[in-house]
């Protein structure tokens, strides 16, 4: 049985999110099931002009899940 408080920050960080269940970012900050290095990049990303912080953030994203790939293919 799920608690009131026990809302769908723990769906998205157990299984990642997806579009229908990405949380707000307040909810990632106040999260305490979030990593603090997310926490942090999204402070730094609000402190940014929004269309340059989502253009690095597709980036960023890109980049390690290529690696991830890259790693897990043994390549």
């Known amino acids: 049985m799920q608690l009131r408080g026990e809302r769908r920050e723990e769906s998205w960080m157990s299984n990642?999110?997806?579009a229908g269940d990405l949380p707000?970012?307040?909810?990632?900050?106040?999260?305490?099931a979030a990593s603090f290095w997310l926490k942090t990049a999204l402070r730094?990303?609000?402190?940014?002009d929004p269309v340059d912080?989502?253009?690095?953030s597709e980036i960023l994203a890109r980049l390690p899940e290529e690696r991830c790939d890259k790693i897990l293919s043994g390549s």
């Open 16 to 18: 990642g999110p997806t």
């Open 44 to 48: 730094s990303a609000l402190c940014r």
């Open 24 to 32: 707000s970012i307040d909810e990632v900050l106040v999260d305490p």
């Open 53 to 56: 912080a989502a253009h690095d």
